[in-house]
């Protein structure tokens, strides 16, 4: 855009704002978050809601019908996907009487004052392990006719989320295809049904589980959306900013392959853990708040992927809260946006305002995510002065070292560890990690940051930027 010599700054910066603006919003996608419930400490089903208002959260995907939770986002405008279980399958799949009931008690009970605006029936059936992979298609389809039975077809898609797994070669991207034992079985069946149904495929994508086991090959930028070189597809000469949007058009290709060019796609479930075990390389706090916020402000900006520019990405963030009762390594539990307590894991902007609040927010600028520190994550650091130090908790070390180094600080060592008792000031995030450092640090500055004060056998090391957990402040000499 241009404008003549004499327009007025003010009118130029105002046209500029609206033009942005305007950009953001003609082609954004869609930002969801993902409301898992396997935990026993999370706050009630209206508190949850109330928090997703607050955020000024419009979509949720759940796991199940649970009444309760629908219940309360009654009259929220807040738009459900629900979930058949995949232990439904079978009998979703025998008979439409089994589906009609089930739409009539779990879905007709709440809809439309609960929006609910898709089904997906089972969850990653192809990796189940009770093989209910032959259930899926006409479960789906069972599901569907139920409500078209009752009338309701047209406000609410069916579908099935898919991992990533279900394909066969995702790399590069325009050679994606699926797995050749699924194709014929349930594959063309499914996105038959889509297709006739104006339904979508659901997609599961994970980079960090690419990331994870390709850290050699794979840039943890190119992983984050952070600023990178891009990928070329040599197949197609299409530039890939991301893992993210490569992982995507892998799908994109599979289904291209089969002749399903205009079947779309949202994105049912991605995210990056704020914590992990030692071998689960990268994941960390700031890493998390770099993923997700820069897919985010990725999404909300607009455009699709390099193989569907005009398709816009619609995502579903995975999760909501960090969940204790997941089973598997530590990043399972530790997804999360928020803590059970509701305080945020780390800030990033989830909605467009959010975004232009914030503009340089989450997209690996300095200040709010940096590189990841030398050994593990913890915490947000933020620039401090030149030549002061602080000792932080390795959280790759595991929680025994980590509790012995809390335990050694507090207890021999002397460090002051008041501020980390219930209700002081540095109790909240209260996690081994924050705790742990904020020990270890106490002991580090008592001992003037003499060298080998911040070992503690592997569980601790230095670092030139100023720890943040929560608001608690760490104190440093010099
Ligand atoms: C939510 O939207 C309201 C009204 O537009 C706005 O005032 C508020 O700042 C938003 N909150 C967040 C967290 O974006
Ligand atoms: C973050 O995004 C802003 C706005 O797009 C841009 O000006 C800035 O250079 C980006 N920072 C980094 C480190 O990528």
Redesign the pocket.
């Known amino acids: 855009m241009e404008f003549s010599k004499h327009t007025p700054h003010s009118l130029c910066a105002f046209l500029f704002i609206f033009s942005s603006l305007q950009s953001i919003l003609s082609d954004s996608g869609t930002v969801g978050i993902n409301y898992g419930r396997v935990a026993d400490n999370l706050p009630s089903p209206p508190q949850v809601v109330k928090l997703l208002k607050?955020?000024?959260v419009t979509k949720v995907k759940l796991y199940d019908t649970d009444s309760a939770v629908l219940s309360a986002f009654s009259g929220s405008g807040i738009s459900l996907t629900v979930a058949l279980p995949n232990e439904q399958l079978s009998s979703a799949a025998a008979s439409q009487s089994f589906t009609d009931k089930w739409v009539q008690s779990n879905i007709l009970t709440h809809h439309p004052k609960t929006l609910i605006e898709a089904i997906a029936v089972g969850n990653e059936v192809f990796a189940d392990t009770k093989n209910t992979t032959p259930f899926l298609v006409p479960a789906m389809k069972n599901v569907h006719a139920s409500l078209v039975k009752y009338d309701v077809a047209s406000s609410i898609k069916v579908s099935s989320p898919v991992a990533l797994s279900a394909l066969q070669t995702s790399y590069p991207s325009s050679s994606g295809s699926f797995k050749t034992e699924l194709i014929e079985p349930v594959i063309k069946p499914m996105l038959s049904f889509l297709k006739q149904t104006g339904s979508y495929l659901m997609v599961n994508a994970y980079p960090f589980f690419a990331y994870i086991a390709n850290t050699d090959t794979i840039s943890l930028d190119y992983a984050l959306l952070r600023n990178n070189d891009g990928n070329k597809d040599t197949n197609n000469g299409l530039v890939y900013k991301s893992l993210f949007e490569a992982q995507i058009d892998a799908v994109f290709a599979a289904m291209n392959a089969l002749g399903f060019n205009d079947v779309k796609l949202v994105v049912t479930e991605t995210g990056w853990p704020s914590k992990g075990d030692e071998n689960e390389v990268g994941a960390s706090d700031g890493n998390a708040a770099a993923y997700n916020g820069n897919l985010v402000r990725r999404v909300l900006t607009g455009g699709g992927t390099p193989l569907r520019p005009d398709q816009p990405l619609n995502v579903y963030l995975f999760a909501l809260f960090n969940e204790d009762q997941k089973p598997g390594p530590t990043s399972e539990r530790n997804y999360g946006l928020f803590y059970p307590n509701q305080q945020k894991v780390y800030d990033i902007?989830?909605?467009v305002?959010?975004l232009n609040?914030a503009p340089n927010m989450a997209n690996g600028s300095k200040s709010q995510v940096v590189a990841p520190p030398p050994i593990s994550g913890g915490g947000d650091f933020s620039a401090s002065k030149v030549g002061q130090t602080w000792c932080v908790a390795n959280d790759k070390a595991g929680e025994e070292k980590l509790q012995d180094a809390l335990d050694y600080a507090c207890g021999e060592g002397g460090a002051d560890c008041r501020p980390i008792q219930p209700g002081a000031t540095c109790y909240n995030p209260n996690t081994l990690e924050a705790h742990a450092s904020y020990a270890i640090n106490s002991y580090y500055q008592k001992k003037s940051r003499g060298s080998g004060t911040c070992d503690f056998g592997g569980a601790a090391y230095v670092v030139t930027q100023s720890p943040k957990f929560g608001s608690c402040e760490f104190p440093t000499g010099n």
């Open positions: 607050a955020q000024n902007p989830l909605t305002e959010g609040a």
